[in-house]
């Protein structure tokens, strides 16, 4: 099974450059949006023709902002997982056998002090809710935008950036958290020397230059790890700020 994950940065702006033609080439069998940025009547038709049985949506109650999209071509099981008051539309949960799948766009703490303990309470409860479920018995996958980048060997310029939301100690730290909770980083896990990203600002020229940040991830739990084939983050693929990153796994 394919699993892919994109924070598109605006779904319509990504249907009008037909950044969705690369799915042709990886046939995957869910794909997790982030950052879909419409409400379900913005919803260009094109995303239903993309081939996939089921479509879900979890708009933010503030237009143009947030908001989630999981296409799969297997049954779930689908809620807008209430561990966090989600009116930001950041969250999909998706069940089917044991597993539980989440599609997620985590908070970004750059603007103030304010959005970073929002931040920062998203990540604790979630964690939380997640080891619950663990504990109940399932199998976890995790796939979205974390909004933080985990290790130096992460983004391009570590020391520059040391002291900026994203690639601060506490948050950096959480993932330390969510590692040792049982789950494993999907890509570091089976390339764990290679610096690869999957965001670039859209100035100085980053993304020539790539000057970028790992900050989109599938993070599973350690149970199935046994069952991963490979990991991907797509560089090639344009559209967006991000570019979609994915797994293989035999479930």
Known sequence: ???????VNGIRAVVNKDGFDWLKDYKPDFLGLQEVKATEDQIPN????????????NSAARPGYSGVMSLANFDTITTNSMFFEDDEG?????RFKN?????????????????????MKFYDKFLNYADGLQKDGFDIIICGDVNTAHNEIDLKNPQANSKRSGFLDIERAWIDRLLENGF?????????????????TYRFNA????????????FISDSLKDKLKDAFILNDV????HCPVGIEIDI
């Open 1 to 7: 099974m394919k699993l892919f994950s994109w924070n």
């Open 46 to 57: 094109e995303i239903y023709n993309l081939g996939f049985d089921e479509v879900t949506l």
């Open 90 to 94: 950041r969250v999909l949960e998706h």
């Open 99 to 119: 597993i539980v799948l989440f599609n997620i766009y985590f908070p970004n703490g750059q603007k103030d002090e304010e959005r970073l303990n929002y931040k």
């Open 184 to 200: 494993i980083d999907t890509f570091r896990y089976l390339y764990p020397k290679e610096a690869k990203y999957s965001w670039w």
């Open 207 to 218: 993304r020539a230059n790539n000057a970028g940040w790992r900050i989109d991830y599938f």
């Open 238 to 241: 344009f559209g967006s700020d």
